[in-house]
């Protein structure tokens, strides 16, 4: 079946530092990947995506690049700020019709130290 | 724009007891999951429906059950209530086709809390 890999947390950073958060997959077709975050005591928010090979999603500063070959959709941003700590969770979506379900990594927590 | 809406925010049921939640997708969103998310834990895929029909099955106990309605609202019913139920129950919709096609949004979740 379906699987989403992340590394694992929490991840502590300064503000204004590189950050990268792992996730890799495994999918039987060619899935939807999707970066979601939750910040605390909220719900799920989509933060990016990308629907094939190559395709580079990007948000607020954030991005990630749809990797077939390593089958990876890393998530980056260049300079974190304080109000990016969250939890992260990376998700794929099989199939073309809109209507399979997300399966979730276990998510990363992020923390950002002024 | 309008966003998955779900109805109670927080909600504290006593062991054996009945709850119901319900959940109102995005405006032409033809699709809604249900998700139950535990503490710490990543959200787990309960149930879907697609044009008021169960699209796909996941995790849902037997005691939980779920449908959409005319409206495409949906409601999740959950009977003989556990300690183990509490949990943040995450609505979300998607639409098959348009600029949102394949992507799932999710409501800010209804927080049950059984004692």
């Known amino acids: 079946g379906d699987s989403v890999t992340q590394m694992e947390g929490p991840v502590t950073l300064s503000e204004e530092a590189f950050l990268t958060i792992n996730c890799t997959y495994t999918?039987?077709?060619?899935?939807?990947l999707f970066w979601y975050v939750q910040y605390p005591g909220e719900g799920l928010q989509l933060l990016l995506k990308?629907?094939?090979?190559?395709d580079k999603g990007s948000n607020k500063g954030f991005e990630a690049t749809y990797r077939k070959e390593t089958t990876s959709f890393h998530l980056e941003k260049g300079s974190v700020q304080v109000s990016d700590s969250a939890v992260y969770f990376c998700?794929?979506?099989?199939?073309?019709?809109?209507?399979?379900?997300?399966?979730f990594g276990s998510g990363t927590r992020l923390q950002v130290q002024p | 724009a309008a966003g998955v809406i779900q109805s109670p925010r927080h909600l504290i049921k006593e062991k054996r007891e009945t709850a119901t939640l319900k959940c109102y997708p995005i405006?032409?969103?033809?699709?809604v999951y249900w998700y139950q998310q535990g503490p710490g834990q990543d959200p787990q895929f309960l149930i879907s429906?697609?044009?008021?029909?169960?699209?796909d099955k996941g995790s849902i106990p037997d005691r939980f059950s779920a449908q959409q309605f005319s409206d495409y609202h949906s409601e999740l019913n959950m009977s003989s209530l556990e300690l183990g139920d509490s949990a943040l129950y995450f609505c979300?919709?998607?639409?098959?086709?348009?600029?949102?096609?394949?992507?799932?949004?999710f409501g800010e979740g209804s927080w049950l809390t059984v004692v």
């Open positions: 405006p032409r969103h033809d699709t």
């Open positions: 998700a794929l979506s099989e199939g073309d019709t809109g209507r399979r379900a997300l399966t």
């Open positions: 429906f697609y044009e008021k029909m169960q699209s």
């Open positions: 979300a919709s998607s639409a098959r086709d348009g600029p949102s096609g394949n992507t799932i949004y």
């Open positions: 999918a039987t077709g060619y899935p939807s």
């Open positions: 990308a629907t094939k090979a190559d």
